[in-house]
């Protein structure tokens, strides 16, 4: 059975940092392309990271968070982070982890509301 858990959300200042986990199981992770999506109310789920296969050898962000948010991956925990800093209202969204090679695999999404 596949299984996606994401945690690490929650309620977060403006300039603050959060660290989102996803805890993966029922496939093999380390051939699976790692992303993190998110989707703000009234607008479209978006990718906001990406990290290939094979130990993580190529990432790539949305312009909205390069230089903020990093990804990166634990083979041997079969685990995916994303470590965000320097958060601005804007991040606030369900957070989504998602598993892609052939087909494809999402969580259930973690809450991360950025507010003063």
């Known amino acids: 059975q596949v299984q996606l858990v994401e945690s690490g959300g929650g309620l977060v200042q403006p300039g603050g940092s959060l660290r989102l986990s996803c805890a993966a199981s029922g496939f093999i992770f380390s051939l699976y392309t790692m992303n993190w ?8 789920r978006e990718l906001v990271a990406a990290i290939t296969s094979a130990g993580g050898s190529s990432t790539n962000y949305a312009t909205s968070v390069k230089g903020r948010f990093t990804i990166s991956r ?17 991040d606030t969204a369900v957070y989504y982890c ?3 090679r052939a087909k494809g695999y999402w969580g259930q999404g973690t809450q991360v509301t950025v507010s003063s």
């Open 37 to 44: 999506y998110r989707q703000a109310p009234g607008k479209e």
């Open 74 to 90: 634990d083979d041997a925990k079969s685990t995916v982070y994303l470590q965000m800093n320097s958060l601005k209202s804007e």
């Open 98 to 100: 998602n598993a892609q």
